[in-house]
Nanobody
């Protein structure tokens, strides 16, 4: 049974930082690209960042480039999203998922977890 458990969200002032974690189980973690996504109120879920299975490649949505860093630890089946210089428009529920590198921007292969709420105050 696949499980994706996100954590690390919270309330932070603009300019602050948070580090999100995603613990994955139930599938061969090392075989997949891991992605982060977010859904803001009244908006569709959107792609944020992805990291290749061996951390050799990363990909970012334009608005987070230079502020967010995606990483993974294959020994811990965990992927991370370090978020710096947070802005109010980053407020959303953040999710992780897995897929092939060529599809990660558009979908996640597995059932979505609960996500973790990030709220950035101005």
């Amino acid at each position: 049974q696949v499980q994706l458990v996100e954590s690390g969200g919270g309330l932070v002032q603009a300019g602050g930082s948070l580090r999100l974690s995603c613990l994955a189980s139930g599938f061969p973690f090392k075989s997949y690209t891991m992605g982060w996504y977010r859904r803001a109120p009244t908006k569709e879920r959107e792609f944020v960042a992805a990291v290749y299975w061996d951390s050799g490649f990363t990909l970012y949505e334009d608005s987070v480039k230079g502020r967010f860093t995606v990483s993974r630890d294959n020994d811990k089946n965990t992927t991370y999203l370090q978020m710096n210089n947070l802005k109010p428009e980053d407020t959303a529920v953040y999710y992780c998922n897995a897929d092939d590198w060529g599809r990660i921007q558009w979908r996640g292969r597995f059932p979505w977890g609960q996500g973790t709420q990030v709220t950035v105050s101005s």
